[in-house]
Each structure stands twice: as structure tokens, then as C-alpha cells.
């Protein structure tokens, strides 16, 4: 039996679920639960990025929404033309995504923002169940390394088959395509490590598998 593609009562992964009532407790307003996939049903982009921020996705309830690691994911989205605003402040700003949907490896706010294997391990059918559910003519953007290796677990492939690398594009056995990037996060753009220019390149490679 296929496993849903999520599950805001999700409660199998003991630590984080102490984790997210700590924190309900110590911000009342925020979301604190596993954070749902955000945009069309069925997308040629899927995203998939690691986990909800603190303050961001944990906070709002919508990947990547009021935190750094959102503006230039959400800017380069608009740019592209898969989104109708360059902005993600509120579950309620109006922003939409076009052909492109946004997901994370884990759903729930990790300490440190530091899952573990196990709970990789754990959310990851929620991943394959989405990933059965795209067009065959699609991309799977991988934003880090633990997401590329969330993407390969979901598609049962060996870790080893495919090396994480920034704006690699890999072929998977269905047809599909996933490309690298190293993650939008505060640390990687402040440090340079992931720039405007870099991160534009990763689109343009997916436009190009896209409209090949």
C-alpha cells in the first residue's frame, strides 16, 4: 500500500515530537507540526529541501516561508516564471507556484536543524509517495546533500549510484532527471558558497532538461 504524501499528525519519530511541543511551548503562534508540501499537485519541479527552519517554515507552515533561506529560492522561482510574486512572508501572502512544488526530506523541525538517519529513514515514504505522482517529463531539484540522498532512498537506489555535486544533473531510472544544488541556507549565500549567478545556473540547467 502507498504511503501518503503526508500526514500533519504524524507522530513516529519520538524526538521530534518532544522537539516540536518544546517549542509550541515557547512560541504559542507558531506552526510546530510536521509542515505540508506547498504548490501544484502535479509539478515538473519538485524540490526537495531538507527540513523547516525554526523561524521560518516551523513558524508559518509553508516551505521556506519567512526565513533567509526562502529569498532566493522565491526569487529565482519568480524569475523563472514558476511562481507570481519574488516573495514568501506568510502562509497567507498570496503567493502561488506554478508547475513547481516545494517539499522537505524531513517534515518536522529537527534540533539543530540536524535530523537523524533513522528520521530520514522514517519520512522518507511520504517522499516516494509524492515522487509517484509527478509527470514523467519532470525534475527533481535537490537542495544539499541530505535531500540528493533522500531523493535516491525514495527511487530504492544505492547511495554510491549517483555523487552529490552542485548543478550535477543525474538520469534517473524512470526517465526523470535530478539536478544538485547546494542549499539556499543563510550560512552557504552569506559565505558565497552558493551565489545569485550559481543558483540561476542550477534553473537554467532545469529549463533546459524541461524543454529538451
Not at 184 to 193: I, P
Request: proline share 7%.
Amino acid at each position: 500500500m502507498l504511503k501518503k504524501e503526508f500526514d500533519v499528525d504524524c507522530k513516529q519519530c519520538p524526538r521530534l515530537v518532544k522537539y516540536l511541543a518544546e517549542v509550541k511551548q515557547q512560541f504559542p503562534d507558531y506552526h510546530a507540526r510536521p509542515v505540508p508540501p506547498f504548490g501544484a499537485a502535479q509539478p515538473q519541479l519538485l524540490i526537495v529541501g531538507l527540513a523547516p527552519g525554526l523561524h521560518g517554515a516551523n513558524a508559518t507552515g509553508r516551505p521556506f516561508t519567512g526565513d533567509y533561506a526562502g529569498l532566493l529560492l522565491y526569487q529565482t522561482l519568480y524569475e523563472f516564471g514558476f511562481s507570481n510574486q519574488p516573495v514568501a512572508t506568510a502562509i497567507n501572502d498570496g503567493l502561488e507556484l506554478r508547475n513547481c512544488r516545494i517539499t522537505n526530506a524531513v517534515k518536522c523541525l529537527p534540533p539543530q536543524n540536524k535530523p537523524s538517519t533513522a528520521e530520514i529513514r522514517q519520512c522518507n515514504g511520504f517522499l516516494q509517495a509524492e515522487l509517484a505522482k509527478i509527470p514523467e517529463i519532470s525534475v527533481i531539484l535537490a537542495l544539499g546533500n541530505i535531500a540528493h540522498q533522500s531523493v535516491l532512498r525514495a527511487y530504492a537506489l544505492p547511495l554510491k549510484s549517483a555523487a552529490f555535486g552542485h548543478n550535477a544533473v543525474h538520469h534517473l531510472p524512470d526517465g526523470r532527471y535530478l539536478v544538485d544544488s547546494y542549499h539556499c541556507s543563510r550560512y552557504n549565500v552569506q559565505t558565497k558558497r552558493l551565489t545569485r549567478i550559481m543558483f540561476t545556473g542550477v534553473f537554467n540547467s532545469i529549463q533546459n532538461l524541461l524543454h529538451a
